[in-house]
């Protein structure tokens, strides 16, 4: 590998990294690769993209049988549903400018945006969006009355938001440490009452409100109405890469001079002083200069360090944890919002928690729809085979609204855990942890090194993996 220097790095980051130290000599010629990376996620991809673009030799090494982690478009379900990573906020800077260079587009799938029209059922009774104001239903007062129930946390959340105005890194100052205390605690101390807190919970994509952090809430809503106020694609703050955000994680792994390794799903580290090996499940073992691992946090928990993680390190693996969700996919075989003139999607407080329709005007395909639970909610579907989920999810929605008798047909169940190398959708934390470990989740563990969207500090989702990926390229490049 060529020495580079940090000017040249920084150019080809394309200027988003602003400080490094400085470079030392790289390849020891005793490894295989000057780098591994772990993972072909947007973390992993982006890191391997900067090394190799820096002239460094890397392999990723990915365990599942696809390109694309959290990224994941649903090519053959009709609409090309996102089961993962889905909005592009305005500003996706790294995840515009690569798909950009790698001659990709960008749409809004129709019924795709977060406001679609939604019909509520709340405590059994079943309502339309219009009547929700002044339902006896709703709890809260005010101008707040007019806050729909799918948009009470973003709402609520980014109300007096301590964090507003500040810089995107300022969760992690220790003024906002205060803050990192259970949401629910916060929202009462506000004045919010038990049912509007419990409302707000049903939309979380924590475990449960109660142990959810605030500050992690209000960095969430801080960030998401950063990203609100950039437009990039025809005035719109979000969009989706037109054909599926799969098309850029494959058009990633296609610009690598050596293309991912699929399958191989790695269950140790080890390391000397000149090099580190990862081991994989079929006994293949490959040795770098340096390792990135992208692995999400809770997936680490069954991977074993030689030497092994600091204590403090191994501790926030034991501990931090991912939201869940479920999400059941079904063809809309007749248009019940036709028969019952409500609207078409349908976000509720009992388990199936919301069923979002697109493709209602058949421009792409038949309509389909997604019940889509998350958080505590999503727990008790990990005991269910797929068939039993689609009888549950329908026999619910029929019960919620009669027009859907019979109107599903299953297509596929699918959940970021549901496999081995997924952990959930995002990191969460839980209060206290902040303060505990955020601030420890970046440190390398000598050749290893560590990205993903959970190391992230002024982004989050998409966008903080790809900042992740950029700051573990620069830990290599210039140890
Ligand atoms: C339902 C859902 C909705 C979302 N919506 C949005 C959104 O609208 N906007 C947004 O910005 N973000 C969203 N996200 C979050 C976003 O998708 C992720 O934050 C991001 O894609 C994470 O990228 P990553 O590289 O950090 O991790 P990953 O994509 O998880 O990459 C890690 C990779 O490591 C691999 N791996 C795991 N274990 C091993 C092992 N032992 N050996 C080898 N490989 C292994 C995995 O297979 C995976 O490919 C959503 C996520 C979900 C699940």
């Known amino acids: 590998m060529n020495k580079i220097n940090r000017r040249q790095f920084i150019k080809s980051t394309g200027g988003f990294v602003a400080a490094a130290a400085a470079p030392a000599v790289h390849a020891n010629g005793k490894s295989d690769y000057d780098a ?3 993972g072909a996620g947007l973390s992993g991809l982006h890191a391997a993209m900067l090394l190799e673009e820096n002239d460094m030799k890397v392999l990723v090494l990915e365990g599942r049988q696809r390109i694309g982690g959290r990224v994941y478009t649903l090519m053959h379900v009709p609409g090309k549903p996102e089961a993962a990573g889905e909005w592009i906020g305005g500003n996706y800077a790294r995840m515009i400018a690569t798909a950009r260079k790698l001659g990709m587009d960008f749409w809004i799938p129709e019924q795709g945006g977060p406001d679609r029209g939604w019909a509520y059922e709340i405590n059994g009774q079943f309502l339309s969006a219009q009547d929700w104001e002044k339902h006896p239903l709703n709890p809260m007062q005010g101008e707040d009355r007019s806050i729909p129930p799918h948009r009470m946390l973003w709402t609520i959340s980014n109300k007096d938001n301590p964090l507003a105005d500040q810089p995107l890194d300022a969760w992690l100052k220790p003024e906002f440490a205060k803050y990192d205390i259970p949401f629910d605690q916060y929202l009462r101390k506000r004045g919010y009452n038990e049912e509007t807190i419990r409302l707000m919970d049903v939309t979380i994509h924590t475990n449960h409100i109660s142990n959810t952090s605030a500050l992690h809430e209000l960095r969430r809503y801080h960030v998401n109405s950063f990203n609100a106020k950039h437009k990039f ?12 955000n799969s098309l850029l994680t494959d058009a990633m792994a296609d610009s690598l001079k050596q293309q991912p390794l699929l399958g191989k799903t790695v269950v140790h580290f080890d390391q000397t002083s000149t090099n580190a090996s990862v081991h994989c499940a079929d006994g293949t073992k490959y040795t770098a200069d340096h390792i990135i691992s992208s692995i999400p946090m809770p997936v680490l928990r069954d991977i074993t360090f030689s030497p092994r993680l600091p204590e403090q390190m191994q501790a926030a693996v034991n501990e931090v944890d991912y939201g869940l969700s479920m999400q ?6 007749k248009k019940f919002w036709e028969e019952d003139g409500m609207e078409p999607s ?3 407080d009992r388990s199936i928690e919301r069923f979002g329709v697109r493709n209602v005007n058949n421009e792409d395909g038949p309509p389909a729809g997604v019940a889509f639970i998350n958080g505590e909610a999503s727990h008790k579907y990990r005991l269910m085979s797929d068939e039993a989920i689609f009888n549950y999810v329908a026999n619910e929605l ?3 609204r009669p027009s859907m008798k019979g109107a599903l047909d299953p297509i596929l169940i ?6 081995p190398h997924g ?7 839980k209060p206290g942890q902040i303060g505990k470990y955020a601030a420890n989740m970046r440190e390398r563990h000598g050749r290893i090194h560590f990205c993903g969207e959970h190391t992230a500090i002024m982004e989050r989702g998409m966008e903080g993996a790809f900042e992740s990926g950029e700051r573990a390229a620069l830990d290599v490049l210039f140890s």
């Open 233 to 244: 694609y025809e005035g719109n703050s979000y969009a989706q890469i037109k054909g599926g």
């Open 328 to 333: 059941a996919h079904f063809l809309i075989k």
């Open 398 to 400: 029929a019960e919620i």
């Open 36 to 38: 591994i990376v772990i």
């Open 414 to 419: 699918q959940s970021c855990e549901r496999d």
């Open 346 to 348: 349908i976000w509720s």
């Open 423 to 429: 952990a959930g959708d995002w990191v969460y934390w």
